[in-house]
């Protein structure tokens, strides 16, 4: 089954420390990956996503995440977290193969002053 | 502003009752998605349709049903509403021709079943 995996719900760091989500897909056919953030109360937004165009991929508000073939990975990065990245996070991915879109479960960040 | 809408933007009502919600897609896209959001369930795909048509389904109750419009507006109707009904109703539309064309989502509709 292809699917997306965001390991830990909730994620603590302090203001100015590396934000580190991680995302895991498994298929066997190369995804299109994507993350959104949502804010209390407001749809998702995209951050960022990958189009095979390149492995690292800068999205919006300072936010990264490169793509790990060897890994099945898409993991996002900050380098200092603000206190307003609190929010949720979605990693999702999309195929060549169809028109549905699978989402994680969502990572919820908690900004620490 | 992603360019979707949705409406209304709060709706509050009893069990049993049943309710529309509307979206209208960012002009030219096709594709309509929707997905409910509770605390409990997290984000859950319900419905995809692509110009008129239905194309997935995911984990939509028979209570609920949708469609898509020859205008490409597309309503979620829900039915015999019970309590744990409550939740985000979200709407998303993607562009058509990429598979990795990323989805616009509205605000949402919270819906209230008391």
């Known amino acids: 089954a292809q699917s997306v995996t965001q390991l830990g719900s909730h994620v603590s760091v302090s203001e100015g420390a590396l934000v580190l989500l991680r995302c895991n897909y498994s298929?066997?056919?190369?995804?299109?990956l994507f993350w959104y953030v949502q804010y209390p109360n407001q749809g998702l937004q995209l951050l960022l996503k990958y189009t095979s165009a390149a492995t690292l991929v800068k999205g919006i508000n300072g936010f990264e995440a490169e793509f790990k073939k060897s890994e099945t990975s898409f993991h996002l990065t900050k380098p200092s977290a603000h206190m307003s990245d609190a929010a949720e996070y979605f990693c999702?991915?999309?195929?060549?193969?169809?028109?549905?879109?699978?989402f994680g479960t969502g990572t919820s960040l908690t900004v620490i002053p | 502003d992603s360019g979707v809408t949705q409406t209304p933007k709060h709706l509050i009502t009893a069990t049993g009752q049943r309710v529309t919600l509307r979206c209208s897609p960012r002009?030219?896209?096709?594709?309509v998605y929707w997905y409910q959001q509770s605390l409990d369930q997290g984000l859950q795909f319900l419905i995809q349709?692509?110009?008129?048509?239905?194309?997935a389904k995911g984990n939509i109750l028979e209570r609920f049903s949708a469609q898509q419009f020859p205008d490409l507006h597309s309503e979620l109707n829900l039915s015999s509403l019970e309590l744990g009904d409550s939740a985000l109703y979200f709407c998303?539309?993607?562009?058509?021709?990429?598979?990795?064309?990323?989805?616009?989502f509205g605000p949402g509709t919270r819906l209230t079943v008391l």
């Open positions: 002009s030219g896209d096709l594709s």
């Open positions: 349709y692509y110009n008129g048509e239905e194309r």
């Open positions: 298929s066997s056919v190369p995804p299109y």
């Open positions: 998303a539309s993607r562009a058509a021709g990429q598979y990795y064309n990323e989805q616009f």
């Open positions: 999702a991915v999309s195929y060549p193969t169809g028109n549905q879109f699978y």
